[in-house]
């Protein structure tokens, strides 16, 4: 009876694995939209509909999805009090191609604001392609836009006229270092231009989205948002 006993304890381990596997998946899968195209759009359980949060739009890197852009910021929206959006790009040549993101990014915006009241300007945030799209996006529609973070871009946009009091954080590891110069070079355009952005070198890290990028970002959201430390 004993051997018996331990041959069935087994499998019923294996299978509460799978369904606690299925639970993860299924945590974020409950906010996949797929009209008007893929996106996900979440909001924590304290969000109020009083038009006093901010959409943080996240955007994800080449070779990624969108869902693992939301795994990585979902868990600080409740503390950081923002309505997460995270949609799905067309990708080719490992870059995403503005004209369509941007088409597709404005039909996905009709959308959520019939789910969602938040504030009039929102907050982008990009990783690697995502962020040299969110910063071209930014700098075309900066009136909409409340602040942009930029981590790991491989190139960078120049600003219209229009976009010079937008706020701009760019991060990129020290050991990245192609991009870490083009991070460099690109600060040093923009402020002979009369433009400014806020450039940070992590040391010791590479091309990731790392920690430091995060938490920087979360932070640069706080200050442009008007959100101190001490609300947190």
Known sequence: MKIQLKKAIIPFALFALILSGCSVLDSSR???????????????????????WTLFIGLYG????SGDCFKHWERYAE??????????????DDAFILAEGERMIS????????????????????????????????YRYPHAIVGVSVMSAE?????????????????VGERDEERAKAA???????EASGFAARVVILPGVDHQLSGDATRLTLDFYAQVTQRSAFDH
């Open 107 to 138: 039909s996905v915006l009709s959308e959520v604001y019939k789910q969602v009241v938040v504030d009039d300007r929102f907050f982008v945030a990009g990783y690697s392609a995502g962020g040299e799209f969110a910063l071209a996006y930014a």
């Open 79 to 92: 503390e950081y009090e923002f309505v997460l959006l995270c949609p799905t790009l067309v990708e080719e």
């Open 62 to 65: 080449e070779g990624e999805r």
């Open 155 to 171: 190139s960078f946009p120049l600003p219209s006229s229009q976009a010079i009091d937008l706020p701009v954080l760019i991060t």
């Open 184 to 190: 460099q070079d690109f600060s040093e355009t923009l």
């Open 30 to 52: 409950a906010y996949r939209h797929q009209t008007p195209s893929e996106y996900y759009l979440y909001y924590p359980d304290n969000y109020v509909p009083d038009g006093k």
